[in-house]
């Protein structure tokens, strides 16, 4: 398990407080919102502003150390699952996000029909339904 530190180094990235703080944050998994990821780095650090956090994850995601998902109808979340070709699975209740292994492996999973002389290196896929708390509620409903 590298370091943040060493993350950032090996990325030639600077190696900053709230760098580190933010990879952490995310480094604990999940997609979180800028709201939350900030709200995160203010426990552990004394005062950062909410541009800040998105000047450190822009950072983080050109150097290729967190990923920006953005479902339709969705706020931007951050992870740092990175590099693996996974998915996403959403729902359409609540909102709530999962990550689903591509389940054919490497990038761009799709072949589309006509690529348009376009070299292609990802299939955004996300898959939509309803989660487990969604669809109790639904049947307490009725
Ligand atoms: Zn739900
Ligand atoms: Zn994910
Ligand atoms: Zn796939």
Aim: aromatic letters at 4%; glycine letters at 10%; charged letters at 25%.
């Amino acid at each position: 398990m590298s370091t943040g530190e060493e993350l950032l180094r090996s990325r030639g990235l600077r190696v900053t407080r709230p760098r580190l703080a933010v990879l952490d944050v995310l480094s604990a998994g999940g997609h979180l919102e800028v709201d939350e990821i900030t709200r995160r780095v203010r426990q552990r650090l004394d005062s950062v502003s909410t541009q800040a956090v998105y000047d450190v994850l822009g950072a983080l995601s050109r150097a290729g150390l967190s990923r920006r998902i953005e479902p339709a109808g969705s706020p931007a979340r951050y992870e740092a699952r990175v590099g693996d070709n996974h998915h996403h699975v959403v729902c359409r209740g609540c909102g709530e996000i999962a990550d689903v292994d591509c389940a054919v492996g490497s990038a761009p999973c799709l072949d589309p029909n006509v690529a348009h002389g376009f070299e292609l290196d990802e299939a955004e896929v996300t898959f939509w339904g309803l989660c487990p708390t969604c669809q109790a509620r639904r049947s307490a409903d009725v």
